[in-house]
């Protein structure tokens, strides 16, 4: 198979987790007689720093004409002042919205052996497997803030959805649903806001299509709650994107860490942008101690919905399990008597045994 894949590195440990999914790909295309091709383009700080601008449309139309888009992280504290238009996140937004990337699933699930390795109660975590679909294109993130008002005093960001953003995620969740364990939970703030009312509206009239779905709706404060308190309650959770944003990172202390989980952002015919959860982790940019698993699980995220590559999909999450399960960990994850390694050995390991378990196989 020949794919066209753009890789935007982006800032900080954006730079570094790339490269891992570059290794990885290489890896699978040798074993699986495949040819990825390769454009790296600048997106955030980066493009900032090079094209006065965070989201160059060189970079809007390579992604555009790409089978897939990897992505690492945008942003830094070396552009933390700069006015909204040339904030780094603003080419992240962006890219989103051109793409149309409505959808974004977010997979938590914690590993076997990393069980202690969330400050959670291993009794707790156990078990554990979500799926957060975030609506990603709509919401607080796009609504058009009003200049600043009385003497700077006061501004207003607008939370605004229509019906046709609503019903596409609500589908897109009930539909992931009806993969994994049929049950759908709706978090939404309908005590308070019209949004989430027009929401939980639109999630009851869907039900009738999804029967073989069991919905319950549930406030967004007290799932915080019990996200990590009960998580073995949720199996497909669809929220809206602010929501979203939120309860994932607080989601991801499930599995130990930020640096673990991957994420996939669609649209309906399969063109993707694949990023970890995480951003640009600027108190540890440039020591090559990043978490590589969160990138790498982006990767074969993109394997098996970009490309329905599941077999390869498969076999890279194996090699993260593998990996992990000999001990071999980042030190963003708290392990007592694991084998402390940095991005590029972590990365190597998950490379090599692609390679071995994929020849043990011929
Ligand atoms: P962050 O996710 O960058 O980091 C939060 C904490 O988690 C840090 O302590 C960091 O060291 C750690 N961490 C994150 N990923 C890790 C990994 N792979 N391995 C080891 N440790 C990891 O969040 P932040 O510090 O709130 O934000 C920093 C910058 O990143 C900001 O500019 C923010 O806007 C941006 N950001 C970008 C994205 C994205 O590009 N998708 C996502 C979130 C934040
Ligand atoms: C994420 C990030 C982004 C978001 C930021 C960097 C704009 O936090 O991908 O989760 O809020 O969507
Ligand atoms: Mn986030």
Redesign the pocket.
Known sequence: MKKHVVLLP?D???KE?INSAKDVLHAIAEEFNHEFSFETHEI?GAAIDQYGTPLPESTVEACGQADAVL?G????PKW?NNPSHLR??RG?LGIRKALDLYANLRPIKGFKNLLHASPLKEEVVSGSDLLIVRELTGGLYFGTPSERRDNGQSVVDTLSYTRKEIERIVDKAFQAAQQRRGHLTSVDKANVLESSKLWREIVEEKKAQYPDVTVEHALVDSTAMKLITNPTQFDVIVTENMFGDILSDEASVLTG???MLPSASLREDGVGLY??????????AGKG????V?MILSTALMLRYSFELEAEAKLIEDAVQSVLDSGFH???LQISNGRLVGTAEMTKHIVDYIKTQNASKC
């Open positions: 982006g900080g440990i954006g987790v955030g992505l992280a945008v942003g830094g933390d780094p996140e992240l860490s930020l640096g990023e970890p959860v995480h951003g640009s982790a600027p108190d540890i101690i990043a978490n590589p969160a980042t030190s963003d």
